[in-house]
């Protein structure tokens, strides 16, 4: 039982390029989160998904994308890079009395 | 030390005191709350949850205290210990999103 996992750990971006970062968890958790967290600050939600199939904008949504084909697996994709999404990014799943978050990964877009 | 009613950014307990850290919530519809634990570098770590029809959860050496009426939350930690120095973050979940309070950076003087 790994919990949840992330990749990749770090990052560097050039301004326009763009990635997906992954994220799964083998608890067969339907809740599922991505969130930022900018130097020094809280945890602003992404997206969220409840369920394989079905996912929602959370507070910061812009420049990202998400797809919930599984219920391991719920990536995110920045398709053009910009500097102010360089960020630690962490993805999170919640079940019935648990809850994970990964280790994160760090992006930097120069 | 402790510190008992306002949200502070910042808290300094001696080691083998209490620390009480506050959060208060936004949403009067949340039906559950969950603190965390952030070390440097890492993922936030579960500590204790409780829902909204209960006042007062108790763990290991914490107890999570829930006023509804003030929209208030706490999380107290018996006899601090130098590795509870972290940032500590409090959630509310509402209809299905999990939203992070601003977080209380605590450090343990030995």
């Known amino acids: 039982n790994a919990g949840v996992t992330q990749t990749p750990k770090f990052r560097i971006l050039k301004i326009g390029q763009s990635m997906t970062l992954q994220c799964t968890q083998d608890?067969?958790?339907?809740?599922m989160y991505w969130y930022r967290q900018d130097p020094g600050m809280g945890l602003k939600l992404i997206y969220y998904?409840?369920?394989?199939?079905?996912?929602d904008k959370g507070e910061v949504p812009n420049g990202y994308n998400v797809s919930r084909s599984t219920t391991e697996d719920f990536p995110l994709r920045l398709e053009l890079a910009a500097p102010s999404q360089t960020s630690v990014y962490f993805c999170?799943?919640?079940?019935?009395?648990?809850?994970?978050f990964g280790p994160g990964t760090r992006l930097t877009v120069l | 030390g402790e510190s008992v009613g306002l949200h502070l950014p910042t808290l300094s307990v001696q080691e083998g005191d209490n620390s009480i850290i506050n959060c208060a919530y936004s949403?009067?519809?949340?039906?559950?709350f969950i603190w965390y634990k952030q070390e440097s570098g890492k993922g936030p770590q579960f500590i204790i949850d409780i829902r909204s029809n209960m006042d007062k959860r108790q763990g290991q050496r914490v107890t999570v205290l829930l006023n509804k009426t003030v929209k208030h939350l706490s999380l107290q930690i018996a006899a601090t210990q130098p590795g509870d120095s972290a940032v500590y973050f409090c959630?509310?979940?509402?209809?299905?999103?999990?939203?992070f309070g601003a977080g209380t950076t605590v450090t343990v003087r030995a």
């Open positions: 608890m067969n958790h339907n809740y």
């Open positions: 959630a509310e979940k509402n209809d299905y999103k999990l939203s």
């Open positions: 949403n009067s519809a949340s039906d559950y």
């Open positions: 999170a799943s919640i079940g019935v009395h648990t809850q994970y």
């Open positions: 998904s409840v369920g394989a199939g079905i996912t």
